[in-house]
């Protein structure tokens, strides 16, 4: 049973960092991708980065160039260091798992995490 846990979020201003953790269990079996998507009210919940376990990284064009998504194999966690951060990043962030490959519909996805907000003010 994969279970996942977010922290980090929290309210910045515009140009402000944040850094998003995802703790948990992953596959043991298989190889495996961990994401990172985000959703508003009203909007779907939209893919914001995925990590594979052998390291491929994949960015929406919106944060490309802002976002860096990263793993640490030790401590079963990923993380999503966002940095010049922008009123339309304000969202729920939710991390999430399937095994094998990535993909970008979170449909997909096996494992959530219950979420934490990001909150950017201009």
């Known amino acids: 049973q994969v279970q996942l846990v977010e922290s980090g979020g929290g309210s910045v201003e515009t140009g402000g960092t944040l850094r998003l953790s995802c703790a948990g269990s992953v596959y043991t079996d298989s190889t495996y991708c961990l994401g990172w998507f985000r959703q508003t009210p009203g909007k779907e919940r939209e893919r914001v980065a995925t990590?594979?376990?052998?390291?491929?990284?994949v960015y929406a064009d919106s944060v490309k160039g802002r976002f860096i998504i990263s793993q640490d194999h030790i401590k079963n966690t990923v993380y999503l260091q966002m940095n010049s951060l922008k009123p339309e990043d304000t969202a729920m962030y939710y991390c999430?798992?399937?095994?094998?490959?990535?993909?970008?519909?979170?449909?997909?996805?096996?494992?959530w995490g219950q979420g934490t907000q990001v909150t950017v003010s201009s």
């Open positions: 990590i594979h376990s052998e390291g491929t990284t």
């Open positions: 999430a798992a399937r095994r094998f490959f990535c993909h970008m519909q979170p449909t997909e996805y096996s494992y």
